[in-house]
Each structure stands twice: as structure tokens, then as C-alpha cells.
């Protein structure tokens, strides 16, 4: 079944404590991008990727990094989580960059103390 | 980039056709308008994407004037399933269209 896969899917940390969101996809994607969501807010872009080794800034990535090391893995670091990053992170992919459709995973919920 | 604007929320009735609009005034030439719906707790899952005219497909049609400065999501005969959040999505093409802003979107609630 093709789809995109986060683990883990809820997380409660406490500030400071460095943490790894994984996602994985099975669709052979080149384009991988990662989302908060936060009430009122929408979704927002944190990071992009074209392909492998290759990533970009979206609209809030202060706090965050990426790595593509594989073309199916794009996982979400935070060295130093805060109380400010508590927030729904929804991972997606797709086969090329925008328009095309984007597929998500069904997110991973994140509260730090 | 293209900023999107939607109502925020929308109330309707089983069976009714449900109109959502969205407005994108600054949207550049290469830009398609794409429409996702999410409910709680999931991700976004696409719904309906096109560039001009009318685009309809088995779950929606969209509506896109002359000038594309807005489209409408047009839902036929909704359910109570319907009640979801739905974003209106404008691709950036100026960074090579990877770059996406989904807003806020409409949050529409079908009642019985």
C-alpha cells in the first residue's frame, strides 16, 4: 500500500531534550516536505526537499533541521525543542514539485514540557 | 507567493451544494489552485486541482474565472462525512514550485 509513515505518532518531551520525527514514503517521491499545524494557524511549511541531499527552508524553520540522506526518509530533528514547538507535524510527500499532489502522513503530535 | 483567503468556517445541510471560495489575487501565470480536506487529527488528503474553466471530478468541481484571481470549491449534495476543514492551495512558482502556503482554511460543518 503506497503512503507515508511518521513515527512516532505522539511524543511528550521536555525542553531541551533533542528528539527525531522519522518519515518514511513507499512512492518512490522526490519531493518530501514537513508541516506544523497549530490552531487558527493552518499548516505551515518547516522544511522541503527536492531529492536526496538536497532541502530548503520553508515559511517557520527556525528550530528545526532536516536530512535526506535516502530518497524514501526525510526525517525532523529538533537539537533543543521548546514549550513554543508543541504542535501537530504532518510529513508529506510527492512525485515532483507543486502542483502535483501531495500525499501525508497522519501526523505526529509533539508537546513539549 | 500567492496568499490565499477563505471564510473561515461555513455551516450547511445534508443534501445541499456547499460553495467554498478562495481568493488569490496575486497568482502568477504558472501557478495551479489545488484543494485539499482534512479531518481531525489526519492528514490532508487532495481533493480537486486545476488551472482555469471548470474542473470536476468525482467528488468535487471547481470553478476558476478569466482572471483566476479566486476559485470555488463547489461540494454536490453534501453528508454529514463532508464536515472537514478544506484548504484552497496556490503553488509558488517562482521557487520552482516547491514552496507551498496552505492558510488557514474553511472549516465546514454539514449538519443533520
Known amino acids: 500500500e503506497a503512503q507515508v509513515t511518521q513515527n512516532p505518532r505522539y511524543l511528550i518531551t521536555v525542553t531541551g531534550k533533542k528528539l527525531t520525527v522519522t518519515c518514511s514514503q513507499n512512492?518512490?517521491?522526490?519531493?518530501m516536505s514537513w508541516y506544523r499545524q497549530d490552531p487558527g494557524l493552518g499548516l505551515r511549511q518547516i522544511y522541503y526537499?527536492?531529492?536526496?541531499?538536497?532541502?530548503d527552508k520553508g515559511d517557520v524553520p527556525e528550530g528545526y533541521k532536516v536530512s535526506r540522506k535516502e530518497k524514501r526518509n526525510f526525517p525532523l530533528i529538533l537539537e533543543s525543542p521548546s514549550p513554543n514547538q508543541t504542535s501537530l507535524y504532518f510529513c508529506?510527500?510527492?512525485?515532483?514539485?507543486?502542483?502535483?499532489?501531495?500525499?501525508f502522513g497522519p501526523g505526529t503530535r509533539l508537546t513539549v514540557l | 507567493l500567492a496568499k490565499t483567503t477563505q471564510p473561515i468556517s461555513m455551516d450547511s445541510y445534508e443534501g445541499q451544494e456547499v460553495n467554498i471560495t478562495c481568493s488569490h489575487n496575486?497568482?502568477?501565470?504558472?501557478?495551479?489552485i489545488t484543494w485539499y480536506q482534512q479531518f481531525p487529527s489526519q492528514g490532508p488528503r487532495f481533493i480537486i486541482q486545476?488551472?482555469?474553466t471548470k474542473v470536476t471530478n468525482e467528488v468535487a468541481s471547481l470553478f476558476i474565472p478569466a482572471d483566476r484571481k479566486s476559485s470555488t470549491l463547489s461540494l454536490p449534495r453534501v453528508s454529514l462525512s463532508d464536515t472537514a476543514v478544506y484548504y484552497c492551495?496556490?503553488?509558488?512558482?517562482?521557487?520552482?514550485?516547491?514552496?507551498?502556503?496552505f492558510g488557514a482554511g474553511t472549516r465546514l460543518f454539514v449538519k443533520a
Open positions: 492551495l496556490v503553488g509558488d512558482s517562482n521557487t520552482g514550485g516547491f514552496k507551498t502556503i
Open positions: 526537499s527536492m531529492n536526496v541531499e538536497v532541502t
Open positions: 512512492m518512490n517521491h522526490e519531493y
Open positions: 496575486n497568482i502568477a501565470t504558472n501557478d495551479y
Open positions: 486545476g488551472y482555469k
Open positions: 508529506a510527500s510527492s512525485l515532483s514539485k507543486v502542483p502535483d499532489t501531495q500525499y
